[in-house]
């Protein structure tokens, strides 16, 4: 295969529609090929349990209705979704505060963005987390 991202499944969580917009064009210019979308955490947490398996990457903001994006990664993390618990997460913030920084930190994200990213250090950072749990995935699936 030519582009091994579009392998990639990504979930995307964002509650303002011009910013999930600006968030899933990207990712369809860096060549991924399954974006699914969730307006909170909440949906976002329906969503990954309807898969029935996980995704690759999670990208989420933090200030969002019913569900923010912290509590989201905290039941990701604590095992909410079967599967998931281990998936890379990206935080996208409008407020890049120290307080978030170290919230996301202790939550054990992948990587932290202050909206809108710049678009090559966003993408490095999405092809080093996909392209590693794409290769490992592959491994796995070659080993007898």
């Given at each position: 295969?030519?582009?091994?991202?579009?392998?990639?499944?990504?979930?995307?969580?964002?509650?303002?529609?011009?910013?999930?917009?600006?968030?899933?064009?990207?990712?369809?210019?860096?060549?991924?090929?399954?974006?699914?979308?969730?307006?909170?955490?909440?949906?976002?947490?329906?969503k990954?349990?309807?898969?029935?398996?996980?995704?690759?990457?999670?990208?989420?903001?933090?200030?969002?209705?019913?569900?923010?994006?912290?509590?989201?990664?905290?039941?990701?993390?604590?095992?909410?979704?079967?599967?998931?618990?281990?998936?890379?997460?990206?935080?996208?913030?409008?407020?890049?505060?120290?307080?978030?920084?170290?919230?996301?930190?202790?939550?054990?994200?992948?990587?932290?963005?202050?909206?809108?990213?710049?678009?090559?250090?966003?993408?490095?950072?999405?092809?080093?987390?996909?392209?590693?749990?794409?290769?490992?995935?592959?491994?796995?699936?070659e080993?007898?």
């Amino acid at each position: 295969m030519e582009n091994p991202l579009e392998l990639a499944s990504v979930l995307v969580v964002e509650d303002e529609q011009f910013s999930q917009d600006f968030i899933v064009q990207l990712l369809k210019w860096i060549g991924l090929g399954d974006i699914e979308t969730a307006d909170n955490g909440a949906e976002a947490l329906e969503k990954l349990a309807a898969r029935g398996s996980a995704v690759d990457l999670i990208i989420t903001d933090v200030s969002m209705p019913e569900m923010d994006g912290y509590e989201l990664i905290r039941r990701v993390r604590l095992g909410a979704v079967e599967n998931c618990q281990d998936v890379p997460i990206i935080v996208l913030t409008s407020h890049d505060t120290e307080k978030n920084v170290r919230h996301a930190r202790v939550l054990k994200i992948d990587s932290f963005f202050v909206k809108p990213p710049s678009k090559v250090v966003f993408e490095r950072a999405i092809r080093r987390i996909v392209a590693d749990r794409i290769k490992a995935a592959t491994d796995a699936a070659e080993s007898p």
